[in-house]
C-alpha cells in the first residue's frame, strides 16, 4: 500500500505537508502523487476533507497546458449528470478498470524485458525454423506427397 501524505490547505490557498514539514506547491502534489504516494487534503479552517478539490485542480491546471486528458462527451455527462449517476462508476468501475490496465501492462512489460534479458533474437529464430524450408516446394506438391510418390 501507498504511503499517505497528510496536506493542509490554508485560507491563503498555501498547501502545507505535515510529512515533510514544508509548504508545497499543486506540482509538488502531482508530483509526490506520481511517485506513488497518496495524499489527504484537509482545510484547516473548516476541518473538511478536500483532496478531490485538489485532485481535480492539479488535473484542471495539467489539462491548461496541454490537451484535455478527458473526452469532451465524458465532461457533458459529468456535467448533465453529476455525482448522482456517475460518482458509482468512477469510484468503483473506473478505478479498477485503470488498475487493472496498469497491472496488465506492467505484467507484459515485465515479459517482454524478460525475453529479452534471455537474450531471445526474433529473427534469429525465424532464419533457424526457416533455413531448410524451400517456399517454392510448398505450393507446388500437394501436402503428404513426396517427388517420389509421383
Known amino acids: ?32 502523487i506520481k511517485n506513488g504516494f497518496r495524499i489527504e487534503v484537509i482545510d484547516v479552517k473548516t476541518g473538511e476533507d478536500v483532496t478531490a478539490f485538489i485532485l481535480t485542480q492539479i488535473i484542471m491546471n495539467k489539462a491548461k497546458e496541454e490537451t484535455t486528458p478527458l473526452p469532451v462527451s465524458l465532461l457533458h455527462l459529468i456535467i448533465q449528470y453529476g455525482e448522482n449517476l456517475l460518482h458509482e462508476f468512477f469510484e468503483v468501475y473506473l478505478e479498477k478498470t485503470i488498475e487493472n490496465y496498469l497491472e496488465y501492462k506492467k505484467g507484459m512489460d515485465d515479459q517482454i524485458k524478460s525475453f529479452l534479458e534471455m537474450g531471445m533474437d526474433i529473427s534469429t529464430l525465424a532464419e533457424k525454423a ?21
Open 1 to 32: 500500500m501507498a504511503s499517505m501524505i497528510t496536506i493542509k490547505k490554508y485560507p491563503n490557498r498555501r498547501l502545507y505537508d505535515t510529512t515533510n514539514s514544508i509548504y508545497v506547491s499543486l506540482k509538488d502534489v502531482s508530483d509526490s
Open 130 to 150: 526457416f533455413r531448410n524450408i524451400d517456399p517454392l516446394e510448398l505450393f507446388s506438391e500437394p501436402h503428404g506427397k513426396n517427388k517420389t510418390q509421383k
